[in-house]
């Protein structure tokens, strides 16, 4: 069986160019802070242009993050909307945003390096939220085609507080493991939160 085609030599200079300024926005951060690593300063670290960075990243968070962006595909939405009511909503979700989160593997972002700097930089926080919430109301938005609105909202905080879990877990949840490995992860958290309700409410 013939093995996967090689990446080009213009596909292996552009995910050069993003990890250089990935890399760079990290460092930036981690040194000074976010509010003195400017999109000038990481450009200069890098050592590309500023119409060269926004080819790249939408914003400094972004670049920090290492992802374009948080998105559904057209895959996943297609998948997603293969079900029906709200029987298996919450899996689906699951499923969903597993292959959201898998983003940041497909586009080479340093999550080791991501979860240290939120660690030591706990003020960028507030910025990564706001870099995904237009994921969330996406998110939720879908959701809401399968179920009504208020109900779409509790599922999808249901399975994003998974996530968040998965993030900062001692276990090391790896999201590069694969989205089906993740996806398990995340049902799982999930099961564990709605016995705690159950236990803890009874």
């Not at 993050?65 to 998105?71: D, K, W």
């Not at 706990?122 to 237009?134: C, K, N, Q, S, T």
Request: proline residues 3%; hydrophobic residues 45%.
């Amino acid at each position: 069986m013939a093995g996967a085609a090689r990446p080009s030599l213009r596909e292996r200079k552009k995910s050069e160019t993003r990890q250089a300024i990935h890399e760079a926005a990290l460092r930036l951060v981690a040194e000074n802070g976010i509010a003195h690593a400017s999109v000038d300063a990481i450009c200069s670290e890098a050592g590309v242009s500023s119409r060269t960075f926004f080819n790249y990243f939408p914003s400094k968070v972004a670049a920090i993050v290492g992802l374009s962006s948080f998105r559904v595909t057209d895959a996943g939405r297609a998948a997603f909307l293969t079900g029906t009511g709200e029987t298996g909503l919450v899996r689906d979700l699951c499923i969903l945003v597993s292959d959201i989160m898998n983003q940041t593997v497909r586009e080479g972002a340093d999550r080791e390096a991501v979860r240290d700097l939120l660690a030591a930089r706990p003020e960028l926080a507030a910025d990564v939220i706001r870099f995904a919430g237009e994921l969330r109301k996406e998110v939720v938005a879908l959701a809401a085609l399968r179920t009504t609105p208020e109900r779409a909202g509790l599922a999808v905080a249901l399975v994003m507080g998974a996530v968040d879990c998965a993030l900062h877990s001692p276990q090391q949840v790896e999201i590069g493991d694969g989205p089906e490995q993740f996806t398990e992860w995340l049902l799982a958290a999930v099961d564990a939160m709605r016995g705690l309700a159950r236990e803890s409410l009874d």
